[in-house]
């Protein structure tokens, strides 16, 4: 067994890997940009070695420094991860020419089925059956709307290299295939360093169906039964749970047999995922199911395949690659249980998934436990930085059905305390309780679908939510405004209770949620305190608060929530809700900025990566101004109204940050 490794990542997966690591005895190493020099896994490893700037080409992706780390370090095996290096084959050479082992396939596995385009060649030669479409053109698509013509609209147009939904592009009508052609082969060559694309065609409703495999240098390989991950946005998953809901025992012995057929066809050796799409248009019972692709690599997802068997891949991995072999054989390996797994990302699901950046003033994930277990990148403090992938963590529930389960993931998502920026806590709580997913009635459109009823109560915080969070403050008010240890409590300039002669108290609390500005009224009197604005009306008693948590009773009805100050903002959570309160100052600026004064600010910090105005041009309402490059996504800014640009303040290459102005248009 290996003596010392380094893990060629970042953030939750580079931490999973040195806690096993750490359980066989094996000295770990980790690396770090200049973002991450404090990040979690930096702190995690027993050693931590700084590779570069924080831009991910310029440090993870730079295969030179990672192995020069390890030289220095004293490693003799690297563990990729997922994402950055995990499936480059060049890498994978490069690790063994210089006597490291690499935690993964050879490098011609890799190469046969890291390019999807040759991965579907293959496995059409080895009778696995593939999702119809081209597979063979490269980035020559001078022809490709013939080929569209041919397969038939609506096609999907996706990257040869990489995963995780970076390069893909789902096209409706032929007017828009050059511009999806042109987006995503940018956006691959951005986060994979190759900008092939291939076509095919996209099948809808359908479901997104994986099997997990193993094999060893012995001639042994093995599935781990299948993981359903049907609930994705832009392409990549948010929701995956193992078994597959409604799966067929003789499909899923059929989808088990050929991925492990679809493995041996180039003699595959460790972790690897096979997959599947799968047509349901007829129902789960009488569908086909077509190879879509085989990641090279651990999944994200691998933890619930973990919690229904008991077994922990990341230790497979490390035999594996040591020479040993499976520690199992097809018969000895079982499947209990349900497990779902959620990822917690930085995102605004009510603004079309938008990611967020910033600190994390609150972390507080529920506890490990049998049943429960959350894989972490950060800790409360950390900022979210808008180099990497936006995704915090990921919470997995094991249940002895799928509806204890569902059950165990509702009450976790609830007692998850998270604060400082937008996530979609609240879009996965919604998720849990939805009485779609509850049936098992999941597919990939599955967020499309049910968009505003899983989203239309995401940007309001509950009236409740509020009034905690201005009880918070008045409380904090009241208890720092008395005098030091040994004055008098009782002195009038004490008081922050609103007292008015001859009338009954009253204080104006001016709020600002989100875009929304709330004028509180607070009527406070001997036995309670009464909140007012817009329509709401909440009388409060009997308040009890704690360091970090308030409670009341609000209109005759007990209510709790968690909080935290963080300068002039009190952020409340309370079962997987929470509101950000700013203290606004009531006086009026005679500088304000106009919100209707026509400017187009970033949303995001970012970098501006095309151009497609310029000053003097009229635009429509709609029309793309410019796109923004920004957690390895591209996001297109585009005109909210017609007119004339006045002013361009963009540029390309320019790395901006949230809240820039970058164009003004009359």
């Given amino acids: 067994m290996f003596e010392t ?9 580079a931490c999973r890997i040195i806690r096993t690591a750490r359980k066989m005895g094996i000295r770990t190493v980790a690396v770090y940009s200049e973002a991450d020099k404090n990040a979690l896994h ?63 396939p050879s490098a011609s596995a890799i190469r046969a089925m890291g390019s999807k385009d040759e991965a579907k060649r293959r496995m059409e030669a080895a009778g696995v059956p593939v999702v119809p479409g081209e597979h063979s053109k490269g980035n020559d698509y001078a022809d490709w709307g013939e080929v569209a013509n041919r397969i038939g609209y609506p096609v999907l147009v996706k990257a040869v290299a990489g995963g995780g939904g970076k390069g893909m592009r789902r096209v409706d009508i032929p007017e828009d295939l050059e511009a999806a052609l042109d987006g995503a082969s940018r956006e691959a060559e951005a986060a994979f360093g190759d900008p092939r694309i291939l076509i095919e065609k996209w099948l809808a409703p359908s479901r997104h169906i994986e099997v997990q495999i193993f094999a060893d240098g012995h001639g ?37 047999e050929t991925a492990i057929k679809a493995a041996q066809a180039i003699d595959y050796q460790g972790a690897g995922t096979i997959e599947f799409i799968v047509d349901v248009s007829e129902g789960i019972e009488n569908s086909c199911f077509y190879f879509m692709e085989m990641n090279t690599r651990l999944q994200v997802e691998h933890a619930v395949t973990e919690a229904v068997t008991g077994i922990d891949l990341v230790e497979w991995q490390l035999r594996v690659a040591a020479g040993e072999a499976l520690p199992l054989g097809q018969d000895q390996i079982a499947a209990s249980g349900h497990a779902i797994e959620v990822r917690l990302y930085a995102e605004d699901p009510a603004r079309r998934y938008l990611p967020q950046t910033g600190r994390l003033v609150r972390h507080r994930p529920p506890p490990d436990d049998d049943w429960t277990r959350v894989d972490n990148g950060v800790a409360e403090g950390d900022t979210i930085s808008f180099h990497y992938d936006p995704m915090i963590s990921k919470l997995i529930v094991h249940g002895r059905s799928r509806a204890s389960a569902i059950r165990r993931l509702r009450s976790a998502l609830e ?30 459109a599955f967020l499309t679908e049910h ?27 009241a208890r720092t405004a008395y005098p030091q240890p040994g004055g008098d409590p009782y002195s009038p300039w ?17 709020l600002r949620q989100g875009k929304n500005d709330l004028q509180i009224l607070i009527h406070p009197t001997a036995h309670a305190t009464t909140l007012e604005w817009d329509n709401h009306a909440v009388v409060v008693r009997d308040v009890s608060m704690g360091e970090d948590r308030v409670s009341a009773t609000l209109n005759g009805e007990t209510r709790s929530a968690s909080f935290v100050f963080d300068t002039d903002h009190v952020h409340v959570i309370a ?43 009229r635009v429509e309402r709609g029309q793309a101004l410019l796109r923004l490059e920004a957690m390895k996504m591209e996001h297109t800014l585009t005109a909210p109204n017609s007119g004339k640009v006045r002013t361009l303040l963009a540029s390309l290459g320019q790395q901006v940050d949230a809240g820039k102005e970058l164009i003004v248009i009359d």
């Fill in 220 to 256: 042994n390989a093995v599935h781990l039964f299948e993981r359903d991950c049907s609930i994705q946005r832009r392409h990549q998953k948010v929701v995956e749970e193992a078994p597959a809901p409604g799966l067929t025992e003789s499909m899923r012995k059929q989808m088990g």
């Fill in 494 to 510: 004490a008081k922050t209770d609103s007292f008015r002669l001859n009338e009954d108290g009253l204080e104006r609390l001016c």
């Fill in 415 to 444: 007692e998850y305390e998270i604060a400082g920026l937008t996530t979609n806590l609240g879009l996965l709580h919604a998720i849990a309780k939805f009485p779609a997913f509850a049936a098992g009635h999941v597919n990939t």
């Fill in 451 to 477: 968009d505003l009823a899983l989203t239309m109560n995401l940007g309001h915080a509950p009236p409740e939510l509020i009034a905690l969070g201005c009880t918070a403050l008045l409380e904090n008010r």
């Fill in 42 to 104: 930096t702190r995690s490893a027993d050693i931590a070695i700084p590779i570069g700037p924080s831009p991910a080409r310029d440090s993870y992706l730079c295969g030179e420094k990672i192995l020069a780390a390890a030289k220095s370090a004293g490693a003799d095996a690297i563990h990729p991860g997922y994402g950055f290096l995990s499936e480059n084959a060049d890498f994978a050479e490069s690790c063994e020419a210089a006597g490291l082992r690499f935690v993964g």
């Fill in 5 to 13: 490794l380094l893990i060629a990542n970042r953030g939750e997966i």
């Fill in 575 to 617: 079962e997987a809700r929470s509101a950000k309160l700013e203290v606004v100052q009531t006086e009026i600026s005679i500088d304000g900025e106009n919100p209707g004064d026509g400017s187009i600010r970033s949303p995001m910090p970012g970098k501006i990566i095309a151009v497609l105005v310029a000053q003097g041009d």
